[in-house]
C-alpha cells in the first residue's frame, strides 16, 4: 500500500533522519522534495502546497533548528500533519438508531456491494448487530443477484423486490421488513453509473430524503486519483454524505485519494477496503495510515 510514497518520503526524509547538520536550506529542499512525492502520488496541487507550508511554518514556529534533534522533530511533524490531512482521530458509523440505516452511495464498480457486505459481516461479528441488507438497484439484476450471494456467504438476510422499479418504495420497504425481522442496522446498497449524471444524482437523493438515514457513506475506488476526489465532491453537493469508504487500497494505488478526501469534502475516512473477500475490511486510523506511509 502507497510503497512508491513512502519510498520517496523515506528519501526526501532521509537527510533530517540522518545526524547531520540541518541548516535552513536543507529543510527548504527536504519540504520541496517532500511536496513532490505528495504530487508524484497524484495528491492535489494545493493540498500538497498547503501541507509544505504548514510544516515549514510549524517547524519555524517550534524553532527547530535550534532543538537537540531538528531531524527527528521535523519528521514528527510531517507525520502529524499527515495524520490531520487524512484526519485527525478516528470516526465511527453512527448506529444509534433502531433500526440504524446506513446508505451506500458511489459510481458503479467502486465497490459498493462488495463493501455493503463487508459492513454487515463486520457489524454482525459484534454480536449485538443484526443487519439486513437491501438491493435498490433497480437496473441491473445481476446487481441483484450479487448482493444475494453476498449475504448468503456472510449469512445475512437479503431483501429485494424485482419486480419493483422504484428504490425509495424498496428502500422503505426494506426498512419495514428489517423491523418485522428484529434486525438492528439496515445496509442499503444503491445504484451506481459509470459517471456522475444528473438522473443518479435525483435518485440517490430522493431515497436519500426519504428514508433519512442515520449515516450516509460515499464509497470510492483509491485508484481511481484525482478522479476519487472530484467524484467526492459532487455526491458530497448532492448528499452532504456522513463518511468516506475508501475501497482497492491492496491494489497498486498511488494514495493521493486517501490523502487528499478529507480536506476537499472534510468528511472522515471510515473504512478501507483492502481486497475482494469480505474480511477485507479496516476501520481507517489517520495515525496509523501516517506510521505506515512514513514508516
Ligand atoms: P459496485 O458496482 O459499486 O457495487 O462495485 P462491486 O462491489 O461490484 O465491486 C466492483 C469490483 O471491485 C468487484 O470485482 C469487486 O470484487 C472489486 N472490489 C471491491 N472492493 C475491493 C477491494 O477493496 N479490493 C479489491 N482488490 N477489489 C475490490
Redesign the pocket.
Known sequence: MFDNLSEKLDKALHNLKGHGKITEINVAETLKEVRRALLDADVNFKIAKEFTNTVKDKALGQNVLSTLQPGQLMVKIVKDELTQLMGGDAEGVDLSGNPSVILMS??????????SGKLANFLKNKKTKKPLLVACDVYRPA?ID?LHVVGEQIGVEVYSDRGNTDPVVIAQAGIAHAKTLGCNVVII?TA?RLAVDQEMMDEISNIHKAIQPQETLF?VDSMTGQDAVNTAKAFNDVLNFDGVIL?????DTRGGAAISIKSVVNKPIKFI????KME?IDVFYPSRMADRILG
Do not use: N, R
Not at 475501497?247 to 491494489?251: C, E, S, Y
Open positions: 458511489g459510481l458503479q464498480g467502486s465497490g459498493k456491494t462488495t463493501f446487481a450479487q446498497d451506481g464509497v475501497t482497492k487500497l491492496d491494489g477496503g483492502t481486497g475482494e477485507a
